[in-house]
Structures are given as C-alpha cells and as structure tokens.
C-alpha cells in the first residue's frame, strides 16, 4: 500500500452513541447506504472477536451487503487468511495502525468486497504495557481509493472496550458508505 493514500481520523472527530436503538438504527443506516449503491463490506476483527459482524446481522437486511467476515485473533491467521505481512507484524506489532490497514485491505480483497474494516487492539484487562496500554484499538477502513485509520483510546472493561470500538468503526463505516 501507498502510505500517500492513508488518511488520519481523529478519535475526537467521530462521535458514538452508546444506546442499543442508535447501534441498531447505525447498522440499518449502513445497510441501507451499502445495498442503495450495490456495495459490499467485510471485516476482519481481532480484539472484537466478531462483535462487529453480530452487530451488523442483527439487522434485517444484511445479506444485501455482508458476504463475510474474519476473526484473526491470532498473527499465524492474520497472515494465512487476510495477508497481513510478517514484516508488519515483526515490525510493528499486532497493535499498530499498520496492521490494522492491511487487515482491512486484505479482508476487502480476499472476499471482493467494496469496503473492508480491520480492527486490533487490546481490550483488556491484561494484556497491555506502557507503550501500548488496554484501551488502545487501531481501526481502519479501506476502499479501492482510500485508506483511513483511527487511533482510539478507550476505557471501560473488556466488553465495553470491545462494544465502543465497533461503534467507532461503524459511524466510520456509515461516513464511507454514505
């Protein structure tokens, strides 16, 4: 990938709602933004765990725009099942924005969607260090055209981490799709 074509968000530029009918009313925005214009999207989840997917299936609708999805919780898989390179693993780290935007990228050309969406992170509790503390995700949104990522800092506990993180990529997803 051309890092000419990455785009930064700011996590203070996208805001979430936290209550169930605006996550539902989110997705359906979605999918009907995605089946309007023929387009398809997939994720490929690490620290969500295929939260992301849950979400999206829960509303009506969405076979019209999601194929599929990958949880690669492990890097072996990362590699194997959406090409994320070792390099960037050895380099980088699973926790970086640069895995996050080649798991995007090779989610979204692995199952020929439109749009693809990665997500790493840690969630917590454990897991996490000085430099990478819990509450750190990368996210990232990729189409044929652009690349963008999203650093976020988050608190709460595991599944609170888990559940603002899908948030987040889904209001990144609706600004794409739209």
Known sequence: ?????????????????Q???SERRLCAEIIEALTNGGKHITFAE???????????????????CFDGSFVTYANEQKEK????????????????????LEMSRG???????????GVTGIAGPGGGTPE?????????????DIHCFCRLNLDGDRF???RKTCLYVLELVKRMAV
């Open 1 to 17: 990938m051309n890092e000419n074509n990455f785009i930064e968000v700011r996590q203070e530029d996208i805001t979430i709602d």
């Open 160 to 162: 609170e981490v888990r």
């Open 81 to 100: 099942l959406i090409g994320v390179r070792h390099e960037t693993l050895a380099k980088y780290g699973a926790v970086s924005y640069q895995t996050a």
């Open 46 to 64: 690490s620290c969500t765990g295929g939260m992301l997917a849950e979400m999206l299936t829960a509303v009506s609708g969405a076979s019209e």
């Open 19 to 21: 209550s169930p009918e």
């Open 132 to 144: 990478k503390p819990v509450g750190l995700v990368y996210i990232s949104i990729s189409t044929k």
């Open 107 to 117: 989610a979204r050309l692995a199952l020929g969607a439109d749009i693809g969406a």
